[in-house]
């Protein structure tokens, strides 16, 4: 009696565990399903997707960061050995450039009271200015689908979608995607990134597109205006989100089959200390920051 | 006697969490720039794949989902493509019955090359003929490389904590 009790116990134990298994995979196969079905339906530019992305950015950028430390260190400690090599050289060069940037500012200070007399004079009220917040980029995309980067600044210190981000003064992209702390930027040369500039010689205005190279197209002119191996693109300023005149790159090629592709002036190995633009509409340059160069 | 009892619960623990433990970090490890380094590969396939291969339970698809969600967002593709990736790869790993993968290095490793093969290439197809026109294909081909370049380097110390930690306290 007792041997047939646990024999059909066992067999419903072995029951249970079958059935449980095949709820197991009933489940995988449903959210295999789900997240194919979802491909289709996530439109990039939900306001929930965007949020969400934001706050994921806020969660996982710290543990990036602790895990990138040991690499930055290392990074830094071999710029340093390369740097301690010209110190000296690097010190005169430095002192020379901070007494010419002194004389520079002082220029700067009285055309910026002259223009703000102009200003007065002429009833000119857009006052946008650019402010520039300096940040590191912490971690880059976890695949070859995209070009982007983590940045380890977010709304909090400012930070919104669509401003520009400039290294040594160039483009190298914009921001994407904004959590409280960090943020998510892509690249020019992103296959999501579209930005209208303008063929500084010619005034001639098109569009920026990335296409996940190194080189991204210069695309939609608006007119048939001539353009040369060398000439220099820079942003138009259109649509509002970037300031006109910043440097992008140079025409590098220019042929049938791959249409016009522009060499950027930064390669995205080069991207680590960058700058991000935030446009501020008010009165006059502020003491703590000016930024003078962007089209230097 | 107490020692011995709580070193054992805490390698008991230990099996249950390093699997997720282990593919967090590398997920997370993926996303370090690295300067000099611009190819860049989804390297938390890599994980999933060898979780999936030795059917280790506490490693639930669950983990696989987040993974894919999280791997979606940090990354800017569009949202449910790597979820659908992820789960795909740990599905037919799990539940295919026809090859024993776990029993030498090079056949898992011929069939991880093959599996993730076919699944960025049908990533690429579907990006680039619904999405996103002009991706470069080769720029996909050298990411899969990296991947499969990396696979061995990761499968030695996830076989470590396989066979010494989680084999033995989680059966």
């Given at each position: 009696?007792?041997?047939?009790?646990?024999?059909?116990s066992t067999s419903k134990a072995v029951k249970i565990q079958m059935i449980k298994k095949l709820v197991r995979k009933i489940f995988v196969i449903m959210f295999i399903?789900?997240?194919?079905?979802?491909?289709?339906?996530?439109?990039?530019?939900?306001?929930?997707?965007?949020?969400?992305?934001?706050?994921?950015?806020?969660?996982?950028?710290?543990f990036?960061?602790?895990i990138?430390?040991?690499?930055?260190?290392?990074?830094?400690?071999?710029?340093?050995?390369?740097?301690?090599?010209?110190?000296?050289?690097?010190?005169?060069?430095?002192?020379?450039?901070?007494?010419?940037?002194?004389?520079?500012?002082?220029?700067?200070?009285?055309?910026?009271?002259?223009?703000?007399?102009?200003?007065?004079?002429?009833?000119?009220?857009?006052?946008?200015?650019?402010?520039?917040?300096?940040?590191?980029?912490?971690?880059?995309?976890?695949?070859?689908?995209?070009?982007?980067?983590?940045?380890?600044?977010?709304?909090?210190?400012?930070?919104?979608?669509?401003?520009?981000?400039?290294?040594?003064?160039?483009?190298?992209?914009?921001?994407?995607?904004?959590?409280?702390?960090?943020?998510?930027?892509?690249?020019?040369?992103?296959?999501?990134?579209?930005?209208?500039?303008?063929?500084?010689?010619?005034?001639?205005?098109?569009?920026?597109?990335?296409?996940?190279?190194?080189?991204?197209?210069?695309?939609?002119?608006?007119?048939?205006?001539?353009?040369?191996?060398?000439?220099?693109?820079?942003?138009?300023?259109?649509?509002?989100?970037?300031?006109?005149?910043?440097?992008?790159?140079?025409?590098?090629?220019?042929?049938?089959?791959?249409?016009?592709?522009?060499?950027?002036?930064?390669?995205?190995?080069?991207?680590?200390?960058?700058?991000?633009?935030?446009?501020?509409?008010?009165?006059?340059?502020?003491?703590?920051?000016?930024?003078?160069?962007?089209?230097? | 006697m107490v020692r011995k009892s709580k070193y054992k619960w805490l390698k008991s623990f230990l099996s249950k969490q390093l699997p997720w433990l282990s593919s967090f970090f590398i997920l997370v490890l993926s996303?370090?720039?690295?300067?000099?380094?611009?190819?860049?590969?989804?390297l938390v396939l890599i994980p999933i794949f060898f979780w999936g291969m030795k059917k280790v339970k506490c490693f639930d698809f669950i983990f696989v989902m987040l993974f894919g969600f999280i791997q979606?967002?940090?990354?800017?593709?569009?949202?449910?493509?790597?979820m659908?990736?992820f789960l795909s790869i740990y599905f037919v790993v799990f539940y295919q019955k026809f090859f024993p993968l776990d029993e030498s290095f090079s056949f898992s490793y011929?069939a991880f090359?093959?599996s993730t093969?076919?699944?960025?290439?049908?990533?690429?197809?579907?990006?680039?003929?619904?999405?996103?026109?002009?991706?470069?294909?080769?720029?996909?081909?050298?990411?899969?490389?990296?991947?499969?370049?990396c696979y061995p380097i990761f499968y030695w110390p996830l076989n470590q904590i396989y066979e010494r930690v989680v084999s033995k306290y989680n059966a």
């Open positions: 009696m007792g041997a047939i009790l646990n024999k059909l399903v789900f997240s194919f079905i979802l491909i289709f339906i996530g439109k990039p530019d939900n306001v929930i997707l965007n949020r969400t992305s934001g706050v994921v950015a806020d969660v996982m950028s710290p990036v960061k602790v990138s430390y040991p690499i930055y260190l290392v990074g830094s400690f071999i710029v340093d050995v390369k740097n301690f090599r010209d110190v000296d050289a690097r010190n005169h060069e430095l002192r020379t450039e901070i007494s010419k940037l002194k004389e520079q500012l002082n220029y700067f200070k009285q055309i910026e009271v002259e223009n703000q007399e102009l200003r007065k004079l002429n009833n000119f009220k857009t006052n946008a200015v650019n402010y520039l917040l300096s940040t590191r980029v912490l971690g880059s995309s976890g695949s070859g689908f995209t070009h982007s980067f983590l940045v380890d600044a977010g709304a909090k210190e400012g930070v919104k979608k669509y401003q520009g981000v400039l290294v040594d003064g160039y483009l190298v992209g914009q921001i994407n995607s904004v959590g409280t702390n960090y943020s998510r930027m892509i690249l020019i040369s992103d296959a999501n990134s579209k930005i209208p500039v303008q063929i500084e010689r010619t005034k001639t205005r098109a569009f920026l597109i990335g296409d996940n190279t190194d080189y991204p197209q210069v695309v939609h002119f608006e007119n048939q205006e001539p353009v040369q191996i060398g000439d220099v693109v820079v942003t138009s300023g259109m649509g509002g989100n970037l300031p006109a005149g910043i440097p992008v790159g140079i025409i590098g090629s220019i042929s049938e089959d791959n249409g016009i592709i522009i060499q950027p002036f930064v390669h995205k190995s080069n991207i680590d200390y960058i700058k991000v633009i935030k446009t501020s509409h008010t009165d006059g340059i502020k003491n703590f920051l000016i930024e003078t160069n962007i089209s230097e | 996303f370090v720039f690295i300067p000099v380094y611009n190819v860049k590969a989804t979606d967002f940090l990354d800017g593709t569009q949202f449910g493509f790597n659908f990736i011929l090359c093959i093969l076919v699944l960025i290439l049908l990533k690429y197809f579907v990006i680039s003929s619904m999405f996103i026109e002009n991706i470069n294909f080769f720029n996909i081909l050298l990411s899969w490389a990296v991947l499969i370049l």
